[in-house]
């Protein structure tokens, strides 16, 4: 590596653990190798640093800030004062780089001459077996940057563009996210964006999967990373045309306020699991309600038609948050509308990645959903609704199934007891099919 690296890569991390790995390897084995790469923690007190150290790269570098600030912003702004590197780039922790990507941009950086931002293309995936395929960062104007979204491991600009528009923000003091208040920034001065017009950015966004910071798991960047070195991932033309297909390309927009500073902030950490209900014992009866907390791409915003009922969205296995802890417990899901099923399918259901046996009182389109099961004696628990079958193969896939939507009201919840809400519905409805 030269004294001044062409590339500074910027990693900002928190709660990833071991499973930032596949990230670190995608960079690690990049075609062109005149970069040096920063992660940098978010006040990480997990075993990051020693995963990161791990590797013995010359090229890699450790950095930890003292304390959790909650925001990317402050992990790139420290980057960027360490970094030596001409040219800037930022690649999310659970984020994956095809091979080609540094050449791409270095490729597109030499062609343009004079841009000060170039943009790789971005292929966000939805959660397994969504269809979702959604593609961003492939442009020809400008002004495009004024309105489509392009998250950050896309991203490259030269390192004096921190000189002439300053850093990022602090996401309390802004309206908007810290990523879009950013390029907008950089836009409204003039500064000219390039696009290398080439997939080369594999994003599993926290955003669609809700609980994310939860339940952490690497294993679809895994799935990713096999495909890029085993040649199988589909190409750049291919994921273009299957997003245009299905009218997600370029669709990726910059979010508008939805109140006063910091409240984006803090609608992105509710999504990703970051910020939750306070934990209860569970002692009685409890009702876990459909409130107006986001929930990714596991349902639908709720409506102010039905404010009590939420309808799934993109992922055919929706989780539900419940909020309490200890022993066993006896459930209860008030379903407005089952799902459909293939014949001989039935909606399934984990609890805590368990099956739980599970008995049905149809009324109408829906009716009573009842299982027990134990919670966790000191964490939140989550229930899973499998629309679609048990998931096996969480590759990045462009085939898509269609999956029906199921629609939910309160889930309560009570302490088991020897003849519970299960035994019962069991003895009722034993001789009652599934509808289908």
């Not at 910027?10 to 499973?19: D, F, S, V």
């Not at 929930?295 to 039905?306: T, V, Y």
Request: hydrophobic residues 35%; contains cysteine.
């Amino acid at each position: 590596m030269s004294a001044d690296p062409f590339f500074s890569v910027i990693t900002a991390t928190y709660k990833r653990g071991n499973l930032i790995k596949p990230t670190i390897e995608s960079v690690l084995d990049q075609t062109e190798q005149d970069f040096e790469y920063l992660v940098v923690g978010d006040g990480c007190t997990d075993e990051t640093e020693a995963a990161v150290r791990g590797y013995g790269s010359e090229k890699m570098q450790w950095h930890n800030l003292p304390e959790n600030r909650g925001s990317q912003s402050f992990a790139n702004n420290y980057g960027i004062a360490h970094a030596r590197g001409k040219w800037i780039c930022y690649l999310g922790h659970d984020d994956i780089w095809a091979p080609d990507h540094l050449s791409r941009m270095r490729e597109t950086i030499e062609q343009a001459g004079d841009a000060d931002f170039v943009i790789g293309g971005l292929a966000d995936w939805g959660p397994p077996d969504s269809g979702w395929i959604s593609v961003t960062g492939i442009f020809d104007s400008n002004d495009a940057v004024a309105t489509n979204f392009t998250p950050p491991s896309s991203i490259s600009h030269r390192r004096d563009v921190i000189d002439r528009v300053g850093g990022w923000r602090h996401p309390l003091d802004i309206v908007l996210s810290v990523d879009t208040e950013f390029l907008l920034r950089a836009y409204k001065v003039g500064m000219r964006f390039v696009s290398t017009k080439r997939v080369t950015v594999h994003k599993f966004t926290s955003g669609l999967r809700y609980l994310s910071y939860l339940s952490p798991s690497d294993a679809e960047q895994q799935a990713a990373l096999a495909m890029l070195r085993a040649g199988t991932m589909p190409a750049s033309e291919t994921i273009i045309e299957q997003s245009k297909e299905r009218g997600l390309f370029m669709k990726l927009v910059h979010q508008p306020p939805v109140g006063g500073p910091g409240s984006r902030f803090k609608l992105s950490r509710e999504n990703r699991g970051l910020q939750l209900p306070p934990l209860q014992p569970l002692q009685g009866e409890a009702v876990v309600d459909q409130d107006a907390t986001p929930r990714a791409g596991d349902w639908e915003s709720k409506s102010e038609k039905n404010p009590g009922v939420r309808r799934s969205w993109i992922n055919p296995r929706p989780k539900i948050l419940i909020p309490f802890h200890g022993g066993a417990a006896e459930f209860e899901i008030d379903v407005r509308k089952m799902p459909s099923f293939p014949e001989g399918g039935r909606l399934r259901i984990l609890l805590n990645g368990e099956e739980a046996k599970v008995a049905f009182e149809p009324e109408g389109e829906g009716g009573a959903l009842g299982f027990s099961g134990p919670l966790k004696e000191n964490d939140y628990s989550v229930i899973t609704l499998l629309i679609a079958p048990p998931l096996r193969d969480v590759s990045p896939r462009l085939d898509k199934r269609k999956y029906d939507r199921i629609t939910i009201g309160d889930v309560r919840l009570r302490p088991a007891k020897k003849r519970g809400l299960l035994q019962k519905l069991l003895s009722s409805f034993r001789k009652k099919d599934w509808p289908r």
